[in-house]
């Protein structure tokens, strides 16, 4: 009797972890989804300025406030945004987010001033995006505790990669409907296809590491404090992460942001590369590069260690961008380049998120990122309107490149010579009050 009902536990047992195992990759597949739904907006920003601006008779400098507080907002109110999803639950939340992210191309169809653009385009959408990202990316790193840098990266390249299917699609629409109809059209999509798949969104029952975990994951999570926000960040450790990640978002951001700008400075635009338009073509690998770096990164430093990874990933991004700059002339190289620069730049959302579960704990993983996703709304202040004003005043882009890529090769270099230690001596401090 007794060993049958040993076997009937075993049996149950297995079941219940199949079970679990099914259903986090059912959430992670429908986390993609739901940030696939509000990558756009981001994305596919540097599409629209020049309609934009046309549109409204603003200069660029002017138009690119909209992108800072799209950013400014969606990180800014993280924090507070996570604290309601904690409490409220992930499916409520984020289904808000989604439909205020499409509905913010919907209101933003419809403006007429540039004061317009902020309160749609910036505000609801900046407040619609934050929602869903901070809390997939939460939501993820307690389903996969034994490969929070894989789960927190494909999520992300959701975010990433997502504008991958719109981004030729938008770019045609706006030629042949105009901007107005391409906006509200595309709206309607986003809210519908994010709201569908956020309605399966829950939280695990139990976030410990599942039978896959290596033993030395399940090692370093035990003896990991869950510190609360007021206690993380009193840690000089936080803050040197915040600063790192506000200097590398600075950088992509500026990117991100000014691409089709200083594209057509250096006479790209209107050149065609493997039969297609370069810039269009340029934005698609690097949706596909910024979305594939998240997942492939994470996965990477999941088992050669975070701050290694950082290294290598962030000086890869210097190295490309200063590349990209020397040979500017070159059509071709200007797309593949680009695709480098992203493939180095996109795994932040993976790393830094991974790196501070890993230091402060599960516990108040969605309230604690959402305290350093703040950094990526700095980033956007320095990489849009402020690297807009310094090629304005500079006359060229040479300024603007080279203080991003100073920006990554200092950041490289403190993660792994600052970043490191500093951690394996928290670390080590941690384990050693879990032990007394």
């Known amino acids: 009797m007794n060993s049958r009902i040993q076997t009937l536990g075993a049996e149950t047992t297995a079941s219940t972890h199949a079970v679990a195992t099914h259903n986090r990759w059912l959430q992670l597949g429908l986390g993609l989804l739901c940030m696939m739904a509000i990558s756009s907006p981001q994305y596919v920003w540097t599409l629209l300025t020049k309609p934009l601006s046309a549109k409204l008779g603003v200069p660029l400098p002017e138009l690119q406030v909209t992108f800072s507080l799209l950013i400014i907002l969606q990180t800014f109110f993280s924090p507070f945004q996570g604290k309601l999803i904690d409490r409220f639950g992930p499916r409520l939340l984020i289904s808000l987010g989604t439909v205020m992210s499409g509905l913010s191309w919907v209101l933003a169809s419809l403006v007429t001033s540039t004061s317009m653009l902020y309160l749609t385009y910036g505000l609801v959408g900046g407040l619609g995006t934050g929602i869903v990202y901070v809390g997939v990316v939460g939501l993820m790193v307690r389903w996969f505790p034994d490969r929070r840098g894989f789960a927190a990266g494909a999520v992300a390249a959701g975010y990433g990669m997502g504008a991958i299917v719109t981004t030729f699609p938008i770019s045609a629409s706006l030629a042949t409907r105009g901007l107005d109809a391409t906006l509200w059209m595309y709206g309607i999509a986003f809210a519908v296809v994010g709201f569908l798949a956020s309605q399966g969104l829950r939280v695990p029952r139990d976030a410990a590491p599942t039978q896959t975990a290596s033993a030395a994951n399940v090692n370093a999570s035990a003896s990991v404090p869950n510190l609360r926000p007021s206690q993380m960040m009193k840690s000089p450790l936080f803050w040197l992460m915040f600063a790192m990640m506000t200097m590398m978002s600075t950088s992509g951001l500026m990117v991100t942001s000014q691409m089709a700008t200083f594209a057509a400075d250096f006479g790209i635009t209107k050149v065609?590369?493997?039969?297609?338009?370069?810039?269009?073509?340029?934005?698609?690998?690097?949706?596909?590069?910024?979305g594939?770096?998240?997942?492939?990164?994470?996965?990477?430093?999941?088992?050669?260690?975070?701050?290694?990874?950082?290294?290598?990933?962030?000086?890869?991004?210097?190295?490309?961008?200063?590349?990209?700059?020397?040979?500017?002339?070159?059509?071709?190289?200007?797309?593949?380049?680009?695709?480098?620069?992203?493939?180095?730049?996109?795994?932040?959302?993976?790393?830094?998120?991974?790196?501070?579960?890993?230091?402060?704990?599960?516990?108040?993983?969605?309230?604690?990122?959402?305290?350093?996703?703040?950094?990526?709304?700095?980033?956007?202040?320095?990489?849009?309107?402020?690297?807009?004003?310094?090629?304005?005043?500079?006359?060229?882009?040479v300024p603007v490149f080279a203080s991003a890529i100073t920006l990554d090769i200092v950041t490289a270099v403190l993660a792994l010579f600052v970043l490191k230690?500093?951690?394996?001596?928290?670390?080590?401090?941690?384990?050693?009050?879990?032990?007394?």
Not at 272 to 290: E, H, K, Q
């Open 272 to 290: 065609v590369v493997f039969g297609m338009a370069a810039l269009p073509l340029a934005l698609t690998i690097d949706r596909f590069t910024n």
């Open 292 to 397: 594939l770096t998240r997942p492939l990164f994470g996965w990477v430093s999941d088992r050669f260690g975070r701050e290694n990874t950082m290294f290598f990933a962030f000086a890869l991004e210097g190295v490309a961008m200063a590349l990209w700059l020397l040979t500017r002339d070159n059509a071709v190289l200007f797309v593949l380049l680009s695709g480098v620069v992203f493939f180095g730049w996109g795994e932040i959302f993976s790393l830094f998120p991974s790196t501070l579960t890993d230091t402060f704990g599960t516990r108040h993983a969605t309230e604690n990122y959402g305290w350093l996703y703040i950094s990526q709304g700095i980033g956007s202040i320095f990489g849009g309107p402020l690297a807009a004003l310094l090629h304005l005043h500079a006359g060229s882009w």
């Open 421 to 436: 230690p500093m951690r394996a001596r928290f670390l080590q401090q941690g384990a050693q009050t879990a032990a007394n």
